[in-house]
């Protein structure tokens, strides 16, 4: 794992971001944070491998089941960033406001190269949460919620 492309997007000179470094430890986070870019998003990340696995997703995270949102893939994250919210500046890279959605720990039922799943404990969002990836596209996958009980209803 590395965070070079991470850092060389940003001069830490200029952004309040953390430069971060890869941990040794392996933690079980979990945050989103709502960006006002240029665009809304909602920034998904995952403690793995000494960093925070990265995902942009558009419209945020499928609150209900049947919604499939898609997740872009983007660098990794120092752990660090986890706690990060406040004004990136205009000119930077992702310049705008960041505040923390959520936040909390996950597990790892599955990960594979084409196939996630998680459980997510977080204030707001709690449960079982699937992530394809498309097939032939090294960045977009899909997130959706796929609890494994479902009721009669
Ligand atoms: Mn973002």
Redesign the pocket.
């Known amino acids: 794992m590395s965070l070079e492309e991470y850092w060389a997007k940003r001069d830490f000179n200029r952004t309040l971001e953390p430069r971060g470094e890869v941990k040794t430890e392996d933690g079980k986070r979990f945050v989103v944070?709502e960006?006002h870019?240029r665009s809304l998003?909602w920034?998904l990340r995952l403690e793995r491998d000494g960093v925070l696995k990265s995902w942009?997703v558009p419209k945020g995270l499928p609150e209900v089941k049947g919604v499939r949102r898609l997740a872009v893939q983007?660098e990794d994250h120092p752990v660090e960033y986890a706690d990060f919210s406040g004004i990136i500046h205009q000119g930077e890279y992702?310049g705008g406001e960041v505040a923390i959605w959520d936040s909390g720990d996950y597990e790892a039922e599955k990960w594979r190269e084409d196939g996630i799943i998680v459980h997510f404990n977080g204030g707001r969002i709690k449960g079982r949460f699937c992530m394809i990836r498309l097939k032939g596209q090294r960045k977009n996958w899909l997130l959706f919620r796929c609890d494994r009980y479902e009721g009669k209803s």
Request: no cysteine.
């Open positions: 944070q960006h870019a998003h920034d942009a983007t992702g």
